[in-house]
T-cell receptor, first 113, second 107 residues
Framework: EAGVTQFPSHSVIEKGQTVTLRCDPI?????LYWYRRVMGKEIKFLLH????????ESGMPNNRFLAERTGGTYSTLKVQPAELEDSGVYFC???????????FGPGTRLTVT | KNEVEQSPQNLTAQEGEFITINCSYS?????LHWLQQHPGGGIVSLFM???GKKKHGRLIATINIQEKHSSLHITASHPRDSAVYIC?????????FGQGTRLTINP
């Protein structure tokens, strides 16, 4: 069974540009989470989907971040326009049930210059 | 003060030593996770526990709900155990992470 995949693995963009990150969860997992680790800090929760619905988006830093999960399968996280402080590693995770074990993707390292 | 505190932040040991990493949390939780991240690698879930103790190979995780404390132990440590170990607690519906412990095992 394929694990959680993320694309791209690394993205370097200039300040002001737009970047879209993609996450494909494990098939059948209704719960999908986005997390972010910025340099030197702990991993922080961004948001949680249950199927295609946003269950909790309390961790989204501001309205430059937009997450979607059309059809309840893969999810995208768009940053527009990107700022320097958005640099970090963005992780996606999925789980079958709420509060069950989460399986993490390899992460996307975003560098904004 | 973070809701999840890990200690130590960095740990260097010799191969074969017994390793303990501690995690204290200040919020109510439904479960606690121990995660592992190798340099340049993704995050792997080691344990999810809500009470008592779990063992997998050379790894042991314990949790004391009353004291809001968990420990991760590695017996007979090996250089391949070198990684960042992260404690994360499941609150209402989301994980809250500690800063991680960077473990280096020298041969």
């Amino acid at each position: 069974e394929a694990g959680v995949t993320q694309f791209p693995s690394h993205s370097v963009i200039e300040k002001g540009q737009t970047v879209t990150l993609r996450c494909d969860p494990i098939s059948g997992h209704d719960n999908l989470y986005w997390y972010r680790r910025v340099m030197g800090k702990e991993i922080k929760f961004l948001l949680h989907f249950v199927k295609e619905s946003k269950q909790d988006e309390s961790g989204m830093p501001n309205n430059r971040f937009l997450a979607e999960r059309t059809g309840g399968t893969y999810s995208t996280l768009k940053v527009q326009p990107a700022e320097l402080e958005d640099s970090g590693v963005y992780f996606c995770a999925s789980s079958q049930e709420l509060r069950s074990e989460q399986y993490f993707g390899p992460g996307t390292r975003l560098t904004v210059t | 003060k973070n809701e999840v505190e890990q200690s130590p932040q960095n740990l260097t040991a010799q191969e074969g030593e017994f390793i303990t990493i501690n995690c204290s949390y200040s919020v109510g939780i439904s479960a606690l996770h121990w995660l592992q991240q190798h340099p340049g690698g993704g995050i792997v879930s080691l344990f999810m526990l809500s009470s008592g103790k779990k063992k997998h190979g050379r790894l042991i995780a314990t949790i004391n709900i009353q004291e809001k404390h968990s420990s991760l132990h590695i017996t007979a440590s090996h250089p391949r155990d070198s990684a960042v170990y992260i404690c994360a607690v499941m609150g209402a519906q989301k994980l809250v992470f500690g800063q991680g412990t960077r473990l280096t095992i020298n041969p």
